[in-house]
């Protein structure tokens, strides 16, 4: 994995080298609030309200290459151990001329997420390098091609570290006018690092050591739909479809906080997404969006803890089960934005954002509705 992320970053040094075009910096400040009805996603809807300030540059050595960093600190008011800080450093370079029908893409990124001590656990570092090819057939016809290998590390933790790499291949089709339609296949394959489970003579199952999981595998299709309704509106419409290749006893360590863990992208099923773009006068863009996923999850194994005191003081035992969820998540937001020209040349944009989730699972933990809401301003330094 370092040895392509270093061969990824000595070929886009060395087209940079090549390259005499002026280069250009831009940078943007964020800063911005928000509530999460629904910080765990389960039913018991614990919310909070947290500030975000964030910096990001943008490194335009010449028209072909590109380097960004960016760096967040999400502060919370009640919740202080989930305030997190994150950073992530990425390359890209286009090895092709523009007027080539062939586009060659080379891109690497690295990243880093930290959290206060309770949650300390999912603190993680990762990488990914890839490339993406693209040819255009036709006016009408572009195919494309991408391929990429990723690893993820929890540094806090033994378990749920992961790598992998992915590859699709996809067609862009226009037809009648500006209909447009996207076709695309996709292939992953992912190693987990998780415990060892036994079973005891009593039913309950137990952990030994750490072990790296056999290699798994995801297939889907997505279809995307979109054209222009007038002059100033556009509408999208995705169709996905994904399988999880597994045996039908495989099942993963659980952890407890659902949107942070490693095993959150481990599901099988449909999803339906859409969305409704409008331009309004003085620059004003509105945009509604919508999703649905019926998903069937990876098998858990969860883990419960129990105390007991007895006459030679406090037993503290591990139990483990089998759970299995099936979830029916609908999501709906509306946002506004504004972008506001300064003085110095520079663009000030404050955006609003709501959104509503409804989430109706097999586990009755995982039954929850929400809202969320958060106001942010973009700032160009």
Known sequence: MKRSILSLAVLIVMFLAASGVRSELVTEATIGSAYNGNLFNDSNSTGDSYSSFGLGFKYYPSSSVQFSANGMYNGYANYGDLSNLSGDFSAMAILTPESSPLSILLAGSVAARKFGLLYQLYDQVGA???????????????LQTSASILNNRYTNSDYGSNRGFDFAVGANFSFFGSNALAVRADYSQRLFDQPSLTSEESGNLSSSKKEESEPFEITGIMLRYSRPLGQQTGLNISFGHRRLHLDSDYAVRGYSIDYLSPWSDLWEGVSLSGGLKHFFPSQITTELSFSY?????????????TEEVGETGTIIESNYWRDRRDDRLTNLSLSVSRPFALQNGKQITPLFNIGYRQNRSSNEL???????????VQLGL
């Open 366 to 376: 995982y039954d929850y509705k929400d809202i969320m809401a958060s106001i942010s």
């Open 128 to 142: 990914t390098a890839g490339v993406d090819i693209g040819y255009r057939l036709s006016q009408k016809i572009h």
């Open 293 to 305: 996923f019926d998903k069937s999850y990876v098998d858990v194994i969860e883990l419960e803890i």
